[in-house]
């Protein structure tokens, strides 16, 4: 069954943790990416990539890191330099050309 | 800066037809997307513009207008189910696709 699969679904974070989401794809689509989505708000986005091994800051990089050791993977992590972590994480992938982004489930991450 | 303008609420009655704008402005252009996301749910594709002009599928139709910086989502035959919210997306970048969202529409459809 192809797709995106983000896990948890709903993840808590204590005060100075560092805590790492999880981005699988098997779509075999080259490029991905990482979205913040707070209420009511549209979606930012945080770092994606296009390549393995390659990554690029977006708009809100600050707080967080990623990594792209494997094609099918792009985990991210929000590191305790993230003040405000609490949000709505989404996943993407892209294939190329005029085709759509496709999003995971999500990830909801709360302060504890 | 870069910013995309959407209504942040419409509301309508079932089988009714209701148009969603968004106006935008990015230093780069090349399409307008428009997705779906019900509360809680992951974003799903509704439709592309990189010309102008009207896209249809099935009940929603896009339009776009580059010389206007404009483009529209319209809903026909509404049904409960499509109440959610509605984004609009501008694609600045060809190479990496980077997507820059509008801050949503929330459309409630009643009986």
């Known amino acids: 069954d192809g797709g995106i699969t983000q896990s948890p679904k709903y993840l808590f974070r204590k005060e100075g943790q560092n805590v790492t989401l999880s981005c699988e794809q098997n779509l075999n689509h080259d490029a991905m990416y990482w979205y913040r989505q707070d209420p009511g708000q549209g979606l930012r986005l945080i770092y994606y990539?296009?390549?393995?091994?390659?990554?690029q800051k977006g708009d809100i990089a600050e707080g967080y890191s990623v990594s792209r050791e494997k094609k099918e993977s792009f985990p991210l992590t929000v590191t305790s330099a993230q003040k405000n972590p609490t949000a709505f994480y989404l996943c993407a992938t892209y294939q190329g050309g005029n085709q759509p982004q496709h999003f995971g489930d999500g990830t909801r991450l709360s302060i504890l | 800066g870069q910013s995309l303008e959407q209504p942040s609420e419409v509301t309508a009655v079932e089988g009714a037809i209701v148009q969603i704008n968004c106006t935008y402005q990015t230093s780069g252009f090349y399409g307008l997307s428009w997705y779906q996301q019900h509360d809680g749910g992951a974003p799903t594709f509704l439709s592309y513009n990189a010309l102008d002009g009207l896209e249809e599928t099935g009940r929603f139709s896009s339009f776009l207008s580059r010389s206007d910086s404009y483009g529209y989502l319209l809903l026909q035959e509404l049904q409960m189910k499509d109440s959610a919210s509605y984004f609009c997306?501008?694609?600045?970048?060809?190479?990496?696709?980077?997507?820059?969202f509008g801050t949503g529409t929330r459309l409630q459809v009643f009986p």
């Open positions: 990539s296009q390549i393995v091994n390659d990554f």
């Open positions: 997306a501008v694609r600045a970048s060809y190479n990496t696709d980077k997507l820059i």
